[in-house]
């Protein structure tokens, strides 16, 4: 997955004799961090490695890796609600879906990182991502890491490092991976059967996983048609409301923010990010839109994002945002 990260795992396997016991992998969200992880640590755990280090993926060790069964290696990572289903459903005990890593899944790595390995080598856990740990796994994490024994490497993914604790990082060998220049992108994109990589990849803001993922559902078809409908300067807020009352707010804010970012900046750079399918409509909007009014909206569409997870009257939440759109896409029927 991560063929644009292979010097920087060759490089990092290399130095697998002096490598760090924690090593912090950061970089935008959607472009193979926790991928390179997953190599990474195959590649530490792999008993007969290439040259280079990487792993060979025909011993025991790699079979175990790839069947997910390998007792050296453990992950950490919020539970989705398909894991806890899973786990109650094989009989063990009950578990609620969280958007965190919990104390209690740290507390469970104790006997993992302070007994033997089972095949006398190295051991590795994968954090990711790591800013889901809560403030108490933080701190039970951070014992571990201060002290692990020998062999034993801690391997955390981070979309936004910033919100880490300064005794987590201060830890951690720092490695940034940045998402990979656009061609390498849309060239991959196009191997992976994408029907309109460069939409897909803007939309994205260059992360390919990002742009594969909105491929595979209805959210691209689904994003031209909401934009569609209020490119024209007639359309009716309150309708289209009603007609996108199910829409989901995070998927509607995402759109008319990166919607308004482009007229913003077609209007003052001429330029269009995220939307390049949509040059035409977005050319007429920006020819009638003051940019800092334009701006502003954008700004707000932003600090939106805070709302859109709590209990809200979907459509009334989509009204009062595109009256508010309406008004500066369309000044003269603010002013009539």
């Known amino acids: 997955m991560t063929i644009w990260f292979k010097n920087e795992l060759k490089s990092v396997l290399a130095q697998k004799a002096q490598l760090a016991h924690a090593l912090l992998i950061k970089g935008p969200r959607g472009i193979g961090k926790q991928a390179f992880g997953m190599e990474l640590a195959q590649g530490l755990l792999c008993e007969t490695p290439a040259p280079d280090g990487a792993a060979c993926g025909q011993c025991k060790a790699c079979n175990w890796f790839t069947s997910a069964a390998h007792p050296d290696f453990r992950m950490l990572a919020p539970i989705t609600e398909g894991d806890a289903e899973a786990e109650t459903e094989e ?38 991502p790591a800013e889901a740990l809560n403030v108490n796994a933080a701190n039970a994490l951070l014992k571990s890491l201060e002290e692990p024994p020998a062999l034993t490497h ?70 031209r048609d909401f934009l569609a409908r209020i490119a024209p300067p007639d359309f009716d807020p309150l309708a289209i409301a009603e007609s996108f009352r199910d829409l989901p707010l995070e998927r509607f804010i995402g759109w008319l923010q990166k919607w308004t970012y482009d007229i913003a900046e077609l209007r003052m750079l001429g330029t269009i990010r995220f939307n390049p399918d949509l040059a035409r409509e977005l050319a007429i909007i920006a020819k009638r839109v003051e940019p800092l009014a334009a701006l502003r909206l954008h700004r707000k569409l932003v600090r939106e994002q805070r709302n859109i997870h709590h209990p809200l009257n979907g459509r009334l939440y989509i009204e009062s945002v595109l009256l508010a759109y309406a008004a500066v896409v369309n000044p003269s029927r603010k002013a009539a």
Request: net charge positive.
């Open 154 to 223: 801690f391997i955390l993914i981070s979309h936004r490092p910033h919100r880490l604790p300064r005794t987590i990082i201060s830890r951690c060998r720092q490695l940034s991976l940045q998402q990979p220049d656009r061609a390498t992108a849309l060239a991959w994109l196009g191997g992976q059967g994408v029907a309109d990589p460069e939409v897909a990849l803007a939309q994205s803001s260059g992360a390919p996983l990002l742009a594969l993922a909105a491929s595979e559902g209805d959210e691209l078809a689904g994003r």
């Open 91 to 128: 009989g063990g005990k009950k578990t609620k879906a969280s958007p965190w890593i919990s104390i209690e899944q740290v507390r469970e790595l104790h006997d993992f990182i302070y007994v033997s390995s089972h095949r006398g080598g190295r051991k590795v856990i994968l954090v990711c």
